[in-house]
Structures are given as structure tokens and as C-alpha cells.
């Protein structure tokens, strides 16, 4: 099945969202971002009923076993990392992101296997961030509405 091959996740502890994902990465899984398709509730709380509250939920010993169970400890996999876009009914490429570092380091991490070569790619990136040779690509909600609606208008 689709999920055949998971280690075990603790779902609502940190690193659990982009587990999944590192997952759906590896296994050549198509990633789709629904944002502007689904509706999505999430009840908001303090995390009084677990001990140690919010940081034991989003850095404890279970949400580093997430991350250290799925690789994920040095960079997570996002949304913005999604092959698609679900807009308007049709799925569309996904280029939030526009990190040609990015999208290479997630390549060799997850898909090709090659932990070692991705995080050395992971490492030049952050060298190129500093140096002020690559600047971080920010993207804001303006601008993937303003994506969204160039992308509308050439499929009219």
C-alpha cells in the first residue's frame, strides 16, 4: 500500500507532517498541494493536557524520533516542496519554491537515496545563503495569488 514501508510516526508531534512527506519524496509519490482547494479546520489549543506542553510536543523525545526515523533533522520537506498544485480543478506544477539548490538537494536526499550528497548540497546552499550569492526565496500569499491568477489567465 501506499504507506507500506513508513516507520512508525507519532501523529500531532513535530516532524510528523514532513515525515510524511519525506515519505511521499523517497517513494516517488506525487506531493499535491491543496491549499486553494481544500478546506481544512484545525482546532487551536495550548497543549495544557500534554505534559511539558508545546515544547515537549514540538521537541521532545517522540518528535525527534519522528524526524531522526524519517531523515529530516537537518531539512524538512514543506508544502512549498509539492510536485502540484490543485487549483481550479486542474493540477498544476508546482514552482513556489524556485530553488534550483533546493529542488536538487531534496532530489538526491529523498528520491535517489543519496543522503550524503543531499545535505552536502544542503551545506552549499546554506554557504551561498551567507555569501549572499543565493538569496532565499520568500513567498508570500500575494504572490502565489498573483501566480495563481497568471496561470488562470493563460489556461482561459
Known sequence: GLWEGLPPVFIGRGGYD????AHCLSHQIPIIDGTFSVVALHQFHDYSHVPGGLDEVMRGDVAKQNRLQHQIRFSAPTIADAYYALIDGRLLSNNARGDRLRALELQH???????TVGLLTRLLWRFSVAAGIQVIPVVTLSDVIDAW????????
Do not use: I
Open 109 to 115: 536526499r529523498f528520491v535517489r537515496g543519496r543522503q
Open 149 to 156: 491568477l497568471e496561470t488562470v489567465d493563460c489556461l482561459r
Open 18 to 21: 514532513s515525515a510524511l512527506l
